[in-house]
């Protein structure tokens, strides 16, 4: 499985962390988690006190900034100029930054080219974000695509939050991905889009267990291939 690239793309919701996590593990290759780049950068750009407005400034901040993710999949560190951030990434204010800045083009490219560095020197890895088979890795050897209807995504994402004691209603969370959705997909660089040869994979009434199953079967059939 050395050298093998996978690529795990889809909207918010869809389950790409959990089961690029399980894949990693399973596969015993390095998880990238390219959303915890962007939320890295993100959480910079506050404490910077730079303005999401100021692209020019925030572009600045992630060409500066030094993001390192080591451990296992099920407990990867971030680390932000040598500071463990692994918690301070996931809070709403962080995430909701980490939705604008990522539509920036020039932190788009910085972050793509790192997350090429880092693929490449680890030789066999898992990523997952929005861009990882059409553009960080196009010639990756799987490329999944997992998808949801929106309710559904909503629904995982409020559960998440009601353990976190998070105070939202269904509502709320299920406007913020229709807006994350909009904002994904109608950027003008790096769009969510289904890459080419991606196996898509709608897991609206699936479960963990059975996606992550259908994912290995394609795997292990593209490694028998080799």
Same mark, same amino acid.
């Given at each position: ?69 080591? +451990? ?11 500071? &463990?951030?692994?918690?301070? !990434? ?5 995430? +909701? ?31 997952? +974000?929005? &861009? ?51 904002? &994904? ?15 898509? !994979? ?5 479960? !963990? ?7 290995? &079967? ?5 490694? +028998?291939?080799?």
């Amino acid at each position: 499985m050395s050298k093998m690239i996978i690529a795990i793309d889809g909207p918010s919701g869809a389950g790409k962390s959990t089961l690029g996590r399980m894949l990693a593990r399973e596969l015993g290759l390095l998880y990238i988690d390219t959303g915890a780049m962007y939320r890295a950068v993100a959480l910079a750009v506050v404490e910077s006190r730079v303005s999401e407005g100021e692209a020019a400034a925030v572009s600045d901040v992630a060409r500066r900034v030094v993001i390192h993710l080591e +451990g296992d999949p099920d407990s990867l560190k971030v680390l932000l100029d040598g500071r &463990d951030v692994s918690e301070a !990434i996931r809070t709403e204010r962080i995430s +909701g930054m980490a939705s604008v800045v990522s539509a920036i083009p020039e932190v788009r490219r910085e972050l793509v080219r790192r997350q090429r560095e880092m693929g490449k020197s680890a030789g066999g890895v898992v990523l997952d +974000g929005r &861009d990882i088979g059409t553009v960080v890795f196009p010639a990756a050897a799987v490329k999944f695509f997992l998808t949801a209807v929106p309710e559904e995504r909503a629904k995982r994402r409020y559960d998440e939050e009601r353990e976190k004691e998070l105070e939202h209603t269904f509502a709320e969370t299920l406007a913020d991905i229709n807006t994350r959705d909009q904002r &994904d997909s109608t950027r003008a660089d790096s769009p969510l889009a289904i890459a080419e040869n991606a196996v898509v !994979i709608d897991t609206t009434e699936l479960s !963990i267990e059975e996606v992550f199953g259908r994912m290995m &079967d394609v795997i292990q059939e593209r490694r +028998g291939r080799e």
